[in-house]
């Protein structure tokens, strides 16, 4: 018999009754460095779980590889952790996760395949699924809590009835948890939307909701589906998450606050969304593609009680105070905000121009059209297109379907514009100055869509390219991946301005590793790393205008900042601040 199991009125654990009040802490956008002191806040606050999701294009980047088990992606460490916190877990393996992550957790290499039908009982999909679960169970088996660890649920997919309504894939995706091992309470989550429910849950599972508000509408509604059984908030929406260009949103901490209460009133379980919302490190947000393109930023703060950077907020406070009303909450007081690094000036003083180092950065592939980055293989990053015009004067560049997602184009080396999926570009004027002039087009992967039926748009160039109506043939394409900078070759640099893609190094000396937050005035778009660490991507757009440097990334003496600044810059320096800035807030 699992450990967690299910009465016509709640929950038992071990026999017991028990009642599930679990906050959402992703692992991977975690630094695993602060896993252990981010689960002691959980606690803290009174919850007796955590959720997390488990990426599957993380933990398998390449088809028929190895899984991936180790740094941010080591999620038998970060269950001990749990256990040793005295938490229990509600692991949600996918495959699909959304979770405002790239591809919404399914690989690109299986979503670039045009001819599968993602999230369905298409052979060829849960082919793929089944290899991936045969690589993945076996060594979280151990944490499960059958084997007497604290992982006390698995969910079945993700929110399916919003997307589907193949009830054999869900059958198969049950079986398949089964066959390998899981034994613990199985578990559906869908909007609380009767269509939704309908779709989306299994006979014989337990159905969850996800919602923020009318509490009393959307538990009727999980009623209604479910004559009896545990009543389950699997999603409880406390915040929301940022896109390029958009305000910053926050949800007020009281408002939040009255909606948990009334949920825990009514007797049911709950899994705070998000407790603690963490960072989309490296290339790995999502993005959402209704009406337009939208990228997810860098911060996953999503106005969690937990802050980015582990501080609790007033929303931490508020929710501690409700969850005493209604179960134990440690006598312990509530912690304090964390230790940041004093402001600390950077000097970017070493410089390696983009362009001029593709050649050395990766082999270029030679085509007659451009490929998409799917084509080549590449997950994310960068892929530099490259080709001679044919004749002078003034004409239209015209990229039949588009760009995915964003193109930067040179002539000779100078930029003359930029084509974004997000305004639908697809033409460009251009003077060409010279016959066999070299035409250059960076393209940027910014996220994968992650909701709904664009997951898996290619990436890349996503047609012919034409100038004045004639196709230009012959190719060269670097991809770029970008996964560590520290193999630039730098040189030194007194430049206070630059107006081309290119990579900036500096040093700068810490006592004590605390953490911080990196601000870039006069920097324009790009990437940033700290000895080697992949901070993300900024972009003066905003709303985000400083990234979370984790404090377990520095290092006592001497650290190193590199910027892939893919615009321009007014000046040389960054700055190490001890406030973040997210942007103006919409509430």
Excluded at 58 to 80: K, T
Excluded at 203 to 214: E, K, M, Q, S
Excluded at 421 to 438: I, K, Q, S
């Amino acid at each position: 018999m699992p450990a967690l199991t299910t009465t016509p009125d709640g929950f038992l654990l071990h026999g017991e009754p028990f009642r599930i009040i679990s906050g959402a802490m992703h692992y991977f956008r975690v630094h695993p460095g602060q896993w252990a002191d981010r689960l002691r806040k959980a606690r803290l606050m009174g919850l007796n779980a955590v959720e997390t999701y488990v990426p599957w294009n993380a933990h398998q980047p390449d088809p028929g590889g190895p899984l991936v088990l180790d740094g941010l992606l080591d999620l038998p460490r970060y269950l001990r952790l749990a256990q040793e916190e005295g938490l229990h877990v509600l692991l949600r393996p996918g495959p699909y996760i959304c979770a405002e992550w790239d591809g919404g957790g399914l690989p690109s290499w299986l979503t670039s395949d045009p001819d599968i039908r993602l999230r369905s009982s298409d052979p060829r999909f849960t082919g793929a699924v089944d290899r991936y679960l045969d690589l993945l169970l076996p060594p979280l088996l151990p944490h499960l809590a059958a084997s007497g660890g604290p992982v006390i649920a698995v969910q079945v997919e993700n929110e399916y009835g919003a997307y589907g309504d193949d009830a054999a894939y869900l059958k198969h995706l049950e079986q398949g948890l089964r066959a390998r091992g899981v034994e613990e309470l199985l578990f559906t989550c869908d909007q609380a939307d009767p269509a939704h429910l309908a779709a989306g849950s299994l006979p014989g599972t337990l159905a969850t909701g996800t919602f923020g508000g009318r509490i009393e509408q959307s538990l009727a509604r999980l009623r209604a589906h479910r004559a009896e059984g545990p009543l389950m908030c699997s999603e409880f929406w406390v915040g929301w998450f940022d896109h390029w260009g958009g305000p910053h949103h926050t949800r007020d901490a009281a408002d939040a606050a009255d909606g948990l209460d009334r949920l825990l009133a009514a007797g049911a379980s709950v899994n705070i969304y998000m407790f603690h919302g963490g960072t989309n490190f490296g290339f790995t947000n999502g993005a959402v593609h209704e009406h337009a393109y939208t990228p997810t930023v860098t911060s996953y703060d999503y106005d969690a009680p937990l802050a980015e950077c582990g501080d609790p907020t007033p929303k931490y406070h508020a929710f501690r105070e409700v969850i005493a009303r209604h179960a134990p909450v440690p006598g312990e007081p509530a912690p304090a905000p964390g230790a940041k690094l004093p402001p600390t000036s950077v000097v970017l003083d070493h410089r390696a121009p983009l362009l001029p180092l593709a050649g050395a950065l990766a082999e270029p592939v030679r085509t007659d059209d451009p490929p998409t980055m799917g084509d080549l293989g590449l997950r994310a990053g960068f892929l530099l297109h490259r080709t001679t015009l044919p004749g002078a004067g003034e004409g239209l560049l015209t990229f039949a379907g588009g760009v995915g997602d964003r193109a930067q184009v040179f002539v000779d080396g100078a930029p003359v514009g930029v084509l974004e999926r997000e305004r639908h570009d697809e033409t460009l004027p251009l003077l060409v100055p010279r016959p066999g002039a070299v035409l250059d087009v960076l393209v940027e992967h910014m996220g994968g869509v992650n909701y709904g039926p664009r997951i898996g748009s290619p990436k890349g160039l996503l047609g012919p390219v034409a100038f004045n109506g004639t196709v230009l043939r012959g190719w060269d394409c670097h991809p770029l991946p970008l996964d560590d900078p520290r193999t630039v070759p730098f040189v030194p640099s007194a430049a206070a301005t630059d107006a081309v893609p290119a990579f900036h190094r500096g040093t700068f000396e810490v006592l004590a590793p605390a953490d911080a937050f990196l601000a870039l005035p006069g920097w324009t778009k790009g990437q940033a790393w700290i000895n080697g660490f992949p901070l993300g991507r900024y972009w003066n757009r905003g709303p985000q205008r400083t990234l979370y440097v984790p404090g377990p990334v520095l290092r006592p003496g001497a650290n190193e900042l590199v910027l892939l600044e893919l615009h321009a810059t007014t000046g040389t320096r960054a700055l190490l601040t001890d406030t973040p800035d997210l942007g103006p807030e919409k509430s």
